[in-house]
């Protein structure tokens, strides 16, 4: 088993002809995944990489003559929310959004029929997942032949913040010889999609995982439901944290972002020392260095 994508897991590219779009397509189809179409208004006709562009996503659903899984949206922030809505309604149910700086209420919406309909957004902000092995959605771990070095099939679920540190510690699981399971860049916006207490439930119900990674920031709640869930649920997954920006816990830093839109540090329960304490008073440690992390999920599994 796997968390979300499977070996038969086909999607399409919203902005497919646009230059990150190109290359993320590239490096999805060197990694084994199955784009089937790609979206661009008035491209119909043309081809990237051999993958069939269309107008819309209703003439890309047809062609392929079934349902379609999923869509990486890669289109500028304005029409980002007429991209996923369109995705929705045509009954695609994992919609990975590339685009950053995406207006919060327009974020806030998409959200919110993605509910409605039964579907799931990963992102906005963010690099997409990879199931090590089976398949790769978004531009994860970069080229083929580098995602492949990083990623090797393991135990480990990962989640993070960040798409880069996503990689980094999935490295750093792989050279431990523990491997990862599927590891998802959530985004790093304030507004997202899929939240870990929103997604830990995927990998409690995956056989392969035995611990979970997060990569975790100041700013925002994220962390605090993931502790709500975890007291008002009996899981049994181990999870470690790394914590970045504890440089922001001086006064003078708070109400400032750093790299990230979710990062804004508003009050006390904002900040990187006040999620620690919650993590570890939830029985979740927090590691100093990422290089830390494979030793803590090796202790907290029995290896």
């Known amino acids: 088993m796997s968390v ?4 038969d897991f086909t999607f399409i590219v919203q902005g497919i002809t646009g230059r990150e779009a190109v290359n993320l397509t590239r490096e999805c189809l060197d990694y084994g995944s199955k784009i089937v179409a790609g979206v661009t208004p008035g491209r119909k006709g043309r081809e990237v990489h051999g993958v069939p562009v269309f107008d819309t996503v209703e003439q890309a659903v047809a062609h392929h003559g079934g349902p379609i899984d999923g869509a990486v949206a890669t289109v500028p922030p304005a029409f980002t929310k007429d991209a996923v809505i369109e995705a929705i309604e045509n009954e695609i149910k994992l919609i990975v959004v590339v685009t950053e700086r995406i207006p919060r209420r327009d974020v806030a919406q998409m959200v919110e029929l993605a509910n409605e309909r039964g579907a799931r957004i990963i992102g906005p902000n963010c690099l997409g997942l990879i199931t090590p092995g089976v398949a790769k959605m978004g531009g994860i771990g970069g080229p083929a032949k580098d995602a492949a070095k990083a990623y090797k099939p393991g135990v480990v679920g990962v989640m993070s913040r960040s798409g880069g540190m996503t990689t980094e510690i999935s490295s750093s699981l792989t050279a431990a010889g523990l491997g990862v399971s599927t590891a998802i860049s ?36 994220m962390e605090a439901e993931l502790v709500d869930w975890r007291a008002a649920n009996n899981p049994r997954l181990p999870i470690v944290a790394f914590m970045a920006g504890k440089f922001m816990d001086d006064e003078e830093m708070q109400g400032m972002s750093f790299g990230h839109a979710g990062t804004i540090v508003e009050g006390a329960e904002d900040s990187a020392a006040q999620k620690i304490t919650r993590l570890e008073a939830a029985g979740i440690p927090v590691v100093e260095r990422i290089d830390q992390i494979p ?9």
């Open 186 to 221: 959530i985004g790093g916006d304030a507004i997202i999609g899929s939240t870990y207490a929103e997604l830990i439930g995927l990998f409690e119900a995956d056989p392969q995982t035995e611990a979970i990674v997060i990569y975790t920031e100041p700013g925002g709640r």
């Open 295 to 303: 030793a803590r999920v090796k202790e907290a599994i029995g290896r």
């Open 4 to 7: 979300l994508l499977h070996p």
